[in-house]
């Protein structure tokens, strides 16, 4: 396995209706290095961000999909998502904060 720092593992948040609705109940999507585990990403996310306690994480691998450009096929990269779930003594992530 690949050399990934925590800083590494968080590569942006997924901004969706569906992932919007669910910081309600202090769950936070974010897409994530391919070779990062749950550990991890729970270790990056409370040293990113100032006052978070996560309880658990989920994660899933997404296939590239399938596009046709003329008479030639290809797939789109491959991508691993993360839902964070925080306790709820924890502080809220503030970069979704105004959205």
């Known amino acids: ?3 990934v720092q925590y800083y590494d593992v968080i590569l942006k948040p997924v901004v969706t ?4 609705n669910a910081m309600a109940e202090k769950k936070y999507t974010f897409l994530v290095h391919p070779e990062a585990n749950k550990t991890m990403i729970k270790e990056a996310v ?3 961000f100032e006052g978070t306690k996560v309880a658990k ?3 899933m691998n997404m296939d590239g999909k ?3 450009r ?4 290809g797939k789109t990269a491959k991508r691993k998502k993360a839902i964070v779930q925080l306790t709820e003594d924890s502080a809220d992530i503030e970069i979704f904060a105004g959205l």
């Open 70 to 73: 003329g008479n030639v096929y």
């Open 66 to 68: 399938t596009k046709r």
């Open 17 to 20: 209706e569906k992932s919007m």
């Open 57 to 59: 994480v989920n994660t």
């Open 46 to 48: 409370e040293k990113m």
């Open 1 to 3: 396995m690949a050399n």
